[in-house]
């Protein structure tokens, strides 16, 4: 039983390489929803071992098993293991559940604090002009869904480019991209090992904004030059942009830059690679001991409440 426990643990450090593979890999929506799901399995493997493990710890002290009607003894592994994995357990899950909150309650701030903004100043469509010294662009998910430009910004691009950034960040509004990047941050918080996952998410939503403003606009060069223009002007400037709010000047912009001047060849196959189904394999192996590892202690437990034989 301990190994299906660890086994979870141990998975997500293993995502990383692979994650980075399926960016290069699949189509840019393909890659996010891959990374997204198999980062919130893991996640969620992650977060039901160290359940599991702090519940089997805290039922051995005598006042929890009384609490629990537990008629004898639950039968686990080795005392010496189980109560120094459930110590650990209960203090990772803590310190968590409290980044988690302080991450939660910062960018909530940080969100209501733009859309405020935004909204009292003239709208022209979804889009709202900032004047601000700072060359800065973002989507701002809500309802209605705003694309926020500075004044700074917009004197950076031509009016070809401007076309291709306002259609960026309206591919991400319209995809919804802000979810997926919020889900990127849960599960970092659940596992560490996930955190750098997050990134590629980012880089994965950025590439399929990218991908949808080469096709909005007609012209993947003029929206790879706005892309890096709109980097390069923004490059060390303030920002108010909220913390998981979507950009066309995040993530590694030369990458994506190189991806839209060089797409593949017509003809090659995008279909899901094997890079990906071994990801997903090990997000799905990690649900599944987890789950196993749960329901024998759940066994263990109705044994000793006396509900069940062993």
């Known amino acids: 039983m301990v190994m299906l426990l660890l086994l979870p643990l141990l998975l997500p450090c293993a995502a990383l390489l692979p994650a980075r593979r399926v960016v290069d890999r699949c189509s840019p929506q393909a890659a996010l929803w891959t990374l997204t799901v198999s980062v919130l399995l893991l996640a969620a493997g992650t977060v039901t071992a160290l359940g599991t493990l702090a519940?089997?710890?805290?039922?051995?002290?005598?006042?929890?098993?009384?609490?629990?009607?537990?008629?004898?003894p639950l039968r686990t592994f080795s005392l010496r293991l189980v109560l120094p994995l459930a110590a650990l357990a209960v203090g990772l899950l803590a310190i968590g559940a409290v980044a988690l909150g302080r991450c939660v309650v910062r960018q909530a701030a940080g969100l209501r604090t733009a859309r405020s903004q935004a909204d009292r100043r003239p709208a022209a469509g979804d889009l709202c002009v900032v004047e601000s010294p700072h060359p800065d662009a973002y989507a701002?998910?809500?309802?209605?869904?705003?694309?926020?430009?500075?004044?700074?910004?917009?004197?950076?691009l031509d009016a070809r480019e401007r076309e291709a950034l306002f259609a960026h960040e309206r591919a991400h509004n319209a995809a919804g991209h802000h979810y997926f990047l919020v889900a990127a941050e849960l599960a970092a918080h659940c596992h560490p090992a996930l955190r750098p996952v997050r990134d590629v998410i980012g880089l994965a939503a950025e590439r399929a904004a990218d991908e949808t403003a080469a096709a909005a606009v007609g012209d993947r060069r003029v929206t790879a030059h706005a892309i890096a223009r709109a980097a390069l002007a923004?490059?060390?400037a303030e920002t108010s942009r909220p913390a998981n709010t979507p950009a066309a000047t995040s993530g590694p912009v030369p990458q994506r830059v190189t991806a839209l001047l060089h797409p593949a060849a017509p003809g090659t196959?995008?279909?899901?690679?094997?890079?990906?189904?071994?990801?997903?394999?090990?997000?799905?192996?990690?649900?599944?001991?987890?789950a196993t590892?749960?329901?024998?202690?759940?066994?263990?437990?109705?044994?000793?409440?006396?509900e069940a034989a062993h």
Do not use: N, Y
């Open 234 to 236: 923004s490059h060390a």
């Open 293 to 306: 590892g749960a329901l024998d202690v759940h066994q263990e437990i109705e044994v000793a409440q006396g």
């Open 140 to 156: 701002l998910p809500g309802r209605p869904p705003r694309i926020v430009v500075t004044t700074a910004m917009l004197r950076s």
């Open 55 to 72: 519940l089997t710890g805290l039922l051995r002290i005598p006042a929890f098993a009384a609490f629990a009607e537990l008629v004898q």
């Open 269 to 290: 196959p995008r279909a899901m690679p094997w890079i990906a189904a071994l990801l997903a394999a090990c997000a799905l192996l990690s649900c599944a001991s987890a």
